[in-house]
Structures are given as C-alpha cells and as structure tokens.
Nanobody, 129 residues
Framework: QVQLVESGGGLVQAGGSLRLSCAAS????????MAWFRQVRGKEREFVAA????????LYADSVTGRATISRVNAENMGYLQMNSLKPEDTARYYC??????????????????????WGQGIQVTVSS
C-alpha cells in the first residue's frame, strides 16, 4: 500500500512552467514504477509520463515530449513532473500514480492507467491563453 499527495499545481499563462510534486508514503513507492496521468472531466484519463522504479528509464506521451521531465528521489519518497512551455491544452487534473507490482515494467504497460493501483487525489493545472 502507498499513499500519494500531489502539490504544485495552479493557474499559469501559456508558455509558463510548473513543477508538480508527489509525496509518497508506504512500502511500494521505492520498488515500483510511478507515473503522471491527467484527466479532463468527461474524458479518458491520459498518460503523461512514467519513470522506472530505479529511474533507469523514463517514458513520455507524444503530447509532452520535449516539454516535460519526470524524476524521482526514492530516498526522500518524492516524485516530480517539471512541465515547460505550457499550452492551454495541458489544462487538466494531474494525478500521481504507482504501478501495482514492483521491479521491471514494459513501456506498453507503463502507459496504461489500469496498471496502476495507487493514486493521489489529483491537482488542477490550468493554463490560460
């Protein structure tokens, strides 16, 4: 079991930057991959970025490649998502998530929200034009 709490969201102008933080507690964070997803009301949850348990690999959605950087500091039980050059279409509620199993995970699985058992409450990011 793991509990996750996001912070760092808010209202920003197009072209601006945000750094989202995910504070984790529980035994699974340091051994499992984690990711960021986002969701607009009435739409499917969308993959944003993922990072392996030991940070050896990162994965990004095409929509944020070149603008987002996912990272983690396991010793501090923290995950991060840095987003630059924000666009109005980035507006969504952003969720931190931890994969349901430890160790290695494939890139296909890492993109699927159903593969994650642990979720934060989400935090709103709104990008104005």
């Amino acid at each position: 079991q793991v509990q996750l709490v996001e912070s760092g969201g808010g209202l920003v102008q197009a072209g601006g930057s945000l750094r989202l933080s995910c504070a984790a507690s529980g035994p699974s964070f340091n051994t499992n991959a984690m990711a960021w997803f986002r969701q607009v009301r009435g739409k499917e949850r969308e993959f944003v970025a993922a990072i392996s348990w030991n940070a050896d690999m990162t994965l990004y959605a095409d929509s944020v490649t070149g603008r987002a950087t996912i990272s983690r500091v396991n010793a501090e039980n923290m995950g991060y998502l840095q987003m630059n050059s924000l666009k109005p279409e980035d507006t969504a509620r952003y969720y931190c998530a931890v994969l349901r199993y430890p160790g290695w995970a494939g890139s296909v699985q890492l993109r699927l929200s159903d593969e994650y058992d642990y979720w934060g409450q989400g935090i709103q990011v709104t990008v104005s034009s």
